[in-house]
């Protein structure tokens, strides 16, 4: 019977004495006399099976001169090996080559560098650290659809292509269809973008978080989960031109319900990976990140700590310790201040709310002091921050001045402030850097080695 | 209790006789002289909840002033009504107002076009059409994560931002953050792209097929799903350029394992639609399509027919039928074919399979007869075509000539051909339009109106 390698994993006692059918990859293989090794991977589990093949196959020849990465279709039958590194193997009676490979394949058995592999971005789904990686990343993914969805959140699909600006931040990608030699110009001289695809200018979504409030104010809880694009010219390794966010809104909810909800998916999300991806999470803690699972353990099984922007600007101010920026009340807080209150004061996640409202968005609810903003930033260990959020601000006038003194135009918002006309409510939402969290979950420390194929300053490849 | 209105519908024992607090929108009010009804509708459930409000509120007389979309914070005591329309009400003993609305509240009581509802696309949502359709939306998106997750498969989210054109076809938006004013120009007077962000020129993908079967040759079963962009100037019903697309792809596969996916995919995410949104489904089946669930139910029950290409053409020009387009061997099917076959002929699901070769992409499988591909359309009742897939080309030479045939340079599929050549087996997979699903689905005829915030010619509005 046709199978997979990850059923024999679960279930091996279905499969054991009995004659099964495998497809795969040759991810190893050792020739000896008569016979010979193939370490198997069918790319449904992290592990691959060992197939032993003898001489007594037809083609022998054939079989013990393949080259990694061949694909092969085995009969055999599926033994137990005590005495064996793994609890069993298969000792193949027939094994068709499916499509060969060659001596000059890029992935031979040996250490590559990150660099390198970027370069077979195509390929490295074949190792092990990134068949991990990116069997985490869906994981991930379906996790917070469950999460959202179990709990009757809608799911809702803001515009990629828009002609706003949500985050007021600028360094958008334009997104056009006119010709850049020749493009039609108004009599102004200036480009007429009556005459693009849109009729409008328009660019690559930084954020649907405008949009998201809108379906909120409809659905009471939504979430968004799709890609954004940032247009900035910073090559770290925490940077993406092209990357994943998740965003949830609830309504008739404040800030301290935003930090609830952050906290039950952060925890949610990070056990059902643990859960549902074992051997990957113990590849990750073995090999890439020693201290990862008991980092990991740890978020599921604290309190997240809550303090005030007011109260961390005190405890940095107070600990004696050295930074390269210091710190004043009304600084925006750098990942050296963060880590220091995550790792070495409370050693566990801690949201740090009510920010000065100088440096925090327009759309943030002003607080009573008039001085700071109910936002929340979600620190974590070893990262820093990797969640903000906020109450939004839903009393009209007040968001229509912040709109002004933003050298924004309300026009260009009407119907986010219509929102807060016809029926608004208090409301909170937060986004969470999809990358970001893959990163946390399994200690990759760059951002192009969680994406399939990235997107950088200067690199657009497959 | 603080709770939801869906919770009231899906378990009301629970909560009859005790008091309750609910929040949500003014649906609907009703003012008599010293009481009145409001029809309370919380985004959690597609139908509201009467409230019996009287003059023993002391703000009595700002109640009965409310304008529709007013969000509002009741507590009340749930009491079962046996001569009512709905089995329950509230009767409120307390209600804060949260936020007012407005007399000009653009969502009146009235019938509105389809038209006007998209200029207002931050608000349709509050109407039962559009509730329903997004609802619907956000369920039929978990459905096809869960059909696929709980079978394996797994998620990968291939570039948005592309340099490559996966169809071959042209019609791509442009990404860039040149200057349009003032390009940088190469020695050639060209434009020079090598100073565009990504150092090359790079488009918004129409599908992400091609980095889909080098996951597919790692993992063996994947898929995409998120969005695809067509800078296509068709201001029809059926067509944005914006889009989301669900894309699985299945290793060690041919045409018929594709088809049985396809097959089983469908049917799972109808049912799993048709379980979980019971009320929007009654909803459009009484107010936007009468025949909507028996043809639903038709899907689910049949076993999908499957007929060659040319047994489709034979069966066409036997027909006597006179269509605009006349058949013959060799011409791409137009909807009148395809839904003359899967309406008039089998009354059911169709899938047409081994089309001619000229008419279809490079990647797909070329068949023994040399004049036909190893591709699959499906055909749907009411609809026509609704999944296009194909076996793709797994044999090095030939897709190498397919590429030069076809006028593309085979350098700039280097990593495609590479999947070839580096343990290549057959491979199959499919793409589905999430929105023409969604019509399908719901009922609704215009794409424009499964989408949130639509982007089409001319508009990119919101």
């Known amino acids: 019977m046709k199978t997979f390698v990850k059923d024999i994993y679960k279930t091996d006692e279905k499969y054991l004495e009995k004659e099964i059918i495998l497809e795969g990859w040759v991810r190893n293989i050792r020739a000896l006399k008569n016979f010979g090794f193939i370490e198997l991977n069918d790319g449904t589990f992290f592990k691959g099976i060992q ?6 196959l037809s083609n022998f020849a054939e079989i013990e001169k393949l080259h990694l990465s061949s694909s092969l279709r085995v009969k055999g039958i599926l033994k137990p090996t005590p005495q064996g590194k793994q609890p069993f193997e298969i000792q193949a009676t027939d094994i068709e080559v499916e499509g060969l490979s060659s001596s000059d394949y890029p992935l031979q058995k040996k250490k590559h560098t990150m660099e390198y592999l970027r370069t077979i971005a195509h390929l490295r789904p074949r190792s092990n650290t990134f068949s991990a990686v990116f069997r985490v990343r869906s994981i991930a993914s379906y996790a917070i659809h469950k999460f959202f969805q179990e709990r009757d ?43 693009d695809f849109f009729g409008k200018e328009t660019f690559l979504t930084v954020s649907g978080q405008l949009e998201a409030e809108a379906y909120a104010l409809s659905f009471k809880n939504i979430y968004t989960f799709g890609p954004t694009f940032r247009a900035e010219n910073s090559n770290t390794s925490r940077h993406a031109a092209e990357f994943w966010m998740m965003e949830p809104e609830i309504a008739f909810a404040d800030l301290k319900d935003n930090m609830n909800l952050a906290e039950k998916m952060m925890k949610y999300v990070i056990s059902y990976v643990m859960d549902e991806a074992k051997e990957e999470m113990e590849f990750f803690n073995k090999f890439i990140d020693k201290d990862l699972l008991s980092r990991l353990e740890n978020i599921v099984n604290s309190e997240f700590e809550r303090i005030t922007y007011t109260e961390a600007v005190e405890i940095l101010k107070k600990s004696n310790k050295k930074f390269n920026y210091p710190v004043e009340w009304g600084i925006d ?3 050296e201040h963060e880590r220091y209150i995550t790792e070495e004061v409370f050693k ?12 925090k968005a327009f759309y943030m609810r002003e607080n ?5 903003v109910a936002a929340m930033d979600l620190l974590v260990p070893g990262v820093g921050e990797i969640i903000g959020g906020s109450q939004r601000e839903e009393r009209l006038e007040l968001l229509e001045q912040k709109i002004i003194d933003n050298g924004m135009n309300p026009e260009d918002y009407w119907w986010y402030l219509e929102l807060r006309k016809y029926g608004g409510t208090k409301h909170a939402g937060f986004g969470l850097g999809f990358e970001r969290l893959i990163m946390y979950i399994t200690g990759m420390t760059n951002i192009r080695d969680v994406i399939p194929f990235p997107r950088t300053v200067n690199w657009a490849e497959f």
């Open 348 to 359: 566990k996640p801690v949201f740090v709310t009510d920010y000065p409202k100088d440096i």
């Open 153 to 195: 959140f809608v799911y809702v699909n803001p515009p990629i292509i828009t002609s706003s600006d949500a985050e007021g931040a600028g360094e958008m990608f334009r997104v056009s269809t006119l010709d850049y030699k020749k493009p039609p110009l108004d009599n102004e001289g200036s480009i007429d973008y009556k005459e």
């Open 333 to 335: 807080l750098q990942t």
């Open 368 to 372: 009573d002091d008039n001085k700071t």
């Open 51 to 56: 197939i032993v093949y003898s001489d007594e």
